[in-house]
């Protein structure tokens, strides 16, 4: 009768439905629901940073797991974590062939929890930007909301201590101009610290996302929010790296400008969801 097509589809107009899943209720997470959580932890020479780092998010709550996500540092990162994982089975280790980005790390991080069974998966800096103290604020927010964001300039307060001036501006601006452009009702769009609920990863279709730098941590919002998942920020303080070397470049500020109208542009167009054409099969 309806010819293959699915009947709700026909009801209501793709961006009427999309709108009205913006608003759907998020089940409460109950604390039995959350019982693993892994905390993705992508590095590139962390050496200085790794072997203090570890232990004080695992001490944060005992449900967490960590994976380290190595490119192959030249610093024996990868090595060292290997190490601390032998002698305690609360740490895990993914080691990639070479500096592939921060962007295709956190996915090879999601698709490696996913696989797993992790109820929550976390995304958090190696350099102690992100202080493990607020990881218990996270994991009670996350019973709430479906994504979880550790915010820098909440209620219109900037919560970064050291960073130069210019750098903060960038930041701030950043974000400004990201959230203009994609509608994103997040204060904090570029921020890496970072929560999931294990069914927000499992709807976005991790294969296209094409972001890797910065503009990486917009788009797993803008999906998700477009998903209709209900996203959350929580106030975090952001300290500039403590120990090691700064990854950051023009060429991730230049894609993060232009991505966002990328993203834009297939939203409005309908593709950010569209499914990849099926293989021809072929004699
Ligand atoms: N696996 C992997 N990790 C990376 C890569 N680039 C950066 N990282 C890690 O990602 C996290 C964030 O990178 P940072 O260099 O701190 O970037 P940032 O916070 O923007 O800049 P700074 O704090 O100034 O260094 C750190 O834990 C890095 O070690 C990469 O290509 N591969
Ligand atoms: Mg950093």
């Known amino acids: 009768m309806w010819g293959g097509v699915r009947r709700d589809r026909l009801c209501i107009p793709p961006n009427i439905r ?16 959350l019982e693993r959580a892994l905390v993705i932890v992508p590095t590139y020479n962390e050496s200085e940073n790794l072997p203090r780092l570890i232990p004080s ?19 024996g990162t990868g090595k060292m974590a290997e190490e601390i994982a032998a ?34 998966l976390f995304e958090m800096d190696a350099d102690f930007s992100h202080d493990p103290a607020h990881l218990p604020q996270f994991l009670e927010a996350v019973e709430t909301y479906d994504v979880v964001l550790g915010s820098r300039y ?46 927000v990863l499992a709807a976005i279709d991790l294969d296209r996302v094409e972001s890797n730098g910065y503009a990486f941590q917009i788009e797993m919002s803008f999906r ?8 959350g920020e929580i106030p975090i303080m952001f300290v500039d790296r403590d120990q090691g070397e700064s990854k950051m470049s023009k060429k991730i500020v230049r894609e993060a400008v232009w991505r966002v109208w990328r993203l ?16 021809v099969s072929g004699g």
Not at 159 to 178: C, D, E, H, K, Q
Request: glycine letters at 10%.
């Open 224 to 231: 998700a929010w477009k998903k209709g998942f209900r996203l």
């Open 18 to 33: 999309a709108f009205l899943s913006r608003y759907k209720h998020s089940p409460r997470l109950s604390a039995r629901q």
């Open 154 to 199: 909440l209620h219109g307060r900037v919560t970064v201590v050291n960073w130069p001036i210019g750098r903060l501006l960038l930041s701030y601006f950043a974000n400004m101009y990201a959230g203009w452009v994609t509608g994103l009702p997040i204060a904090d769009a570029t921020g890496g610290f970072k929560c999931f609920r294990r069914e």
């Open 57 to 75: 998010i695992l001490s944060r709550d005992e449900r967490l797991e960590i994976l380290v996500v190595d490119d192959a540092s030249p610093d």
């Open 264 to 279: 834009r542009f297939l939203s409005v167009t309908g593709r950010l969801e569209r499914k990849a054409p099926k293989a």
């Open 87 to 120: 002698a305690q089975p609360r740490v895990h280790v993914l080691h990639r062939a070479g500096k592939l980005g921060l962007g295709t790390a956190y996915l090879d991080g999601f698709r490696w929890g996913l696989q797993r069974g992790y109820d929550v």
